[in-house]
């Protein structure tokens, strides 16, 4: 880790280990080299010969990257079970970086995905409690630092806190245990720097919302072992229906302890408190409405979110080939929610719409830690690198749940009657999860060209739930996935993989775990003397083990893990800095996704439908220019995303829909700038989600910043 502002990695002159760790396949390779790291990112090593520089090692001397002020990512990284070239990445990733997330104005994390290829987002747009993506046409898994968030992934997170956000596409458990088949999205907390730096910022957008925030450092001692951050952001907001709250505040403190270039502690901590009134009642299915109409109740629909989390991370490098890394998170939250929504069926008459209600409280903690050491040794023409860990899970989680009639509304002439009497808790559970995993990953690079990668993983779970009538159920499993790959360097910007990598998803009580395998072949090409990267991917990609309704031989309708879905396709991605004042983003996806085996509830066959939101083809571009001598920046973007269906029978389809975002940024003075972003430039409004209710896009905001940095 650095110290001071302009230092490298190594930062002396001693021998470095240059390492490249493993993910789903990843080049993991090292190879010792002593030299002094240059302030132009070269290492000196004396005699070239003396040291093969391996195409498929990241080379420590180069400057990691800075998220500020790049939006081409090189490096992945998570919780240090992946420290890596993502050239040299055997699978398909995309970062966005703290600076696109700034240019784009992006302020949760569907905004965040939504030019990330292989991604669908903002598919219950209008039912803002959460946060809806897909990947690959699946669930997706979240992390923070490496770390599974568990039963804190429906939390709506920050993306003020994070450096930057990974996406891993396909199938992975082999270093992250239990996870979706639809792939990875990973949260990097910002950290301490040893270095000055600050940025202070006033907004308002649309529908009369104020935000300020703050994100600070510094070294805290002369010589500069300690260093400390400071984050915080505080929202008082509307959204754009009727009777609206979007309340945010968050902080964030961190402290790095360094001794040496070979030790790095840091504990991060952490609060968030969201308070919002969701729009998940919907609209009515016989028309399009105006996106300010609310047919909820004000007094009922609420959201409420407290979190608080503490983190440390830990490194240790022995400096013999052997690292250790550790990390460990304690989380405690409180999520409580109730609303009432509409009920409509296209047979309606009239002007008067059912509604039901529903409502969730929630309490969770949650412990996860991991421990992970890496050697890397070379001999001759082959480089070696071991990594091996471990990781355990304590969560618990106590919720009840609500459900009923509530009074219709005659959409025609709302009237509000508050919150509804005799609320029916019909649910209730406390819950805990315990996991203890033991990993492994061997790499081999032979002749700097071929790389070898084999990964296994076992993960114990312990499942038990006590229900409303007192009644404690408990289970217990033991799994195992596997990955491999191969990768070919033909140049130093030319790579070409392939990899099979297994997930297993987060099981339940009673039923087999669903299981996702996925086969790849990407390339990933970096020019010469150009700061791009640019990647394709096919794949196929199956989901076994669905629970499915089956009909007896009897006429019984009983459930068995016997469903299967598939999903082919492609995915392209670009992101390149082709000027000093030109960057762009963009991707493609097709997407062939069928049910193999699969039914309703009532025993109706799926077989040969397509999944729900699984478009066949999606295009992203966003493109940021800085008029040179002017000192002012625009920034253009589109989204197309195809039509798709909105249930599992295939009835009801959405319209194609392309929208269009815009950025304008003025420097005022050399560390103070006003920035204006408007996202869905041209309000375009359509279905993205449909069943009692109809839910739309979000429509057109328009927000303005004043910032200033140093």
């Not at 010792?32 to 040291?51: F, R, T």
């Not at 630092?145 to 997170?157: F, I, P, W, Y």
């Amino acid at each position: 880790m650095a110290h001071g502002k302009n230092r490298l990695m190594p930062a002396r002159a001693r021998c470095a280990h240059i390492t490249t760790l493993a993910l789903c396949g990843t080049t993991v390779a090292a190879l010792p080299v002593c030299g002094l790291a240059q302030q132009d990112g070269s290492v000196d090593n004396g005699d070239p010969s003396q040291y093969r520089l391996a195409p498929v090692i990241v080379n420590a001397g180069v400057l990691p990257d800075d998220n500020r002020e790049t939006t081409v990512a090189r490096e992945l990284w998570m919780g240090g079970k992946v420290a890596t070239s993502i050239q040299d990445t055997p699978a398909s990733v995309s970062v966005i970086t703290e600076k696109e997330i700034e240019q784009r104005d992006a302020n949760t994390t569907e905004q965040v995905l939504q030019y990330t290829p292989g991604v669908v987002t903002d598919y219950y747009s209008t039912d803002d409690r959460n946060d809806y993506f897909q990947i690959r046409g699946f669930q997706a898994t979240t992390y923070r630092d490496g770390l599974t968030l568990g039963s804190m992934r429906g939390v709506r997170e920050e993306p003020f806190a994070y450096e930057r956000i990974e996406v891993l596409r396909g199938a992975n458990s082999t270093l992250f245990g239990p996870a979706d088949p639809g792939g990875s999205v990973n949260f990097v907390s910002k950290r301490p720097k040893f270095e000055s730096f600050g940025l202070g910022y006033l907004s308002y957008s649309s529908f009369n919302s104020k935000e300020v925030g703050v994100d600070v450092g510094d070294t805290l001692n002369e010589d500069e072992t300690l260093a400390y951050r400071f984050v915080g952001k505080f929202k008082d907001g509307k959204r754009e229906y009727d009777y609206s709250e979007d309340d945010d505040q968050f902080v964030l403190g961190g402290i790095t302890w360094e001794p040496s270039a070979y030790t790095s502690a840091t504990f991060i901590f952490d609060y968030l408190d969201q308070d919002n009134t969701p729009n998940s009642g919907g609209y009515p299915l016989d028309r399009e409405y105006s996106r300010n109409d609310f047919f909820g109740e004000p007094g009922f629909n609420y959201h409420d979110v407290e979190r608080t989390s503490a983190t440390g991370l830990f490194t240790h490098d022995f400096d013999n080939g052997l690292t250790l890394q550790a990390n460990a998170r304690y989380s405690d939250l409180t999520d409580d929610f109730g609303y009432v929504y509409l009920t409509d069926s296209p047979a309606r008459a009239g002007t008067v719409v059912d509604r039901d209600y529903f409502g969730t409280d929630s309490e969770a903690e949650e412990l996860i830690g991991n421990a992970i050491l890496q050697y890397d040794i070379s001999f001759d023409h082959i480089d070696s690198s071991t990594l091996a860990g471990v990781e355990y899970r304590d969560a618990s989680t106590e919720d009840s749940s609500i459900y009923g009639n509530a009074d219709p509304i005659d959409i025609a002439d709302p009237e509000f009657g508050g919150a509804p009497e005799n609320l029916t808790v019909f649910s209730a559970n406390d819950q805990d999860f315990k996991t203890q995993s033991v990993f492994a990953t061997q790499n081999l690079s032979f002749y700097d060209r071929v790389v070898a990668t084999a990964g296994i993983r076992h993960d114990w779970l312990d499942l038990a739930s006590t229900d409303l009538s007192g009644v404690r159920t408990s289970d217990d499993f033991s799994e195992t996935s596997v990955r491999g790959a191969l990768t070919y360097k033909f140049t130093e910007q030319l790579s070409a993989y392939i990899s099979q990598v297994e997930s297993v998803a987060p099981p339940t009580i009673g039923v087999e775990p669903e299981r996702g395998e996925q086969y790849e072949i990407g390339v990933k090409y970096a020019p010469r003397g150009m700061n791009a990267l640019f990647s394709a991917a096919i794949y196929d990609l199956s989901r076994e083990d669905i629970t499915i309704a089956v009909v007896q031989d009897s006429g019984v309708i009983e459930r068995e893990t016997i469903g299967e879905s598939r999903a082919r396709g492609l995915d392209l991605e670009a992101k390149a800095e082709l000027t000093a004042n030109l960057s762009v983003t963009g991707g493609y996806s097709y997407l062939d996704a069928e049910v193999i085996r699969g039914t309703l509830r009532d025993g109706t066959s799926l077989e040969g439908n397509e999944p729900a939101i699984a478009p066949e083809h999606t295009a992203k571009l966003w493109a940021f220019y800085s008029v040179p001598r002017i000192d002012t920046s625009f920034g253009l973007g589109a989204r197309y995303t195809g039509s798709y269906y909105f249930d599992a029978a295939n009835t009801n389809e959405s319209d194609a829909a392309t929208l269009f975002d815009a950025a304008l940024t003025h420097v005022l003075s050399e560390n103070t700038d006003i920035t204006v972003n408007v996202r869905n430039l041209l309000d375009e409004q359509h279905v993205v989600g449909s069943g009692t209710s109809d839910f739309y896009n979000d429509g057109r905001e328009i927000t303005a910043r004043l910032s200033y940095q140093w």
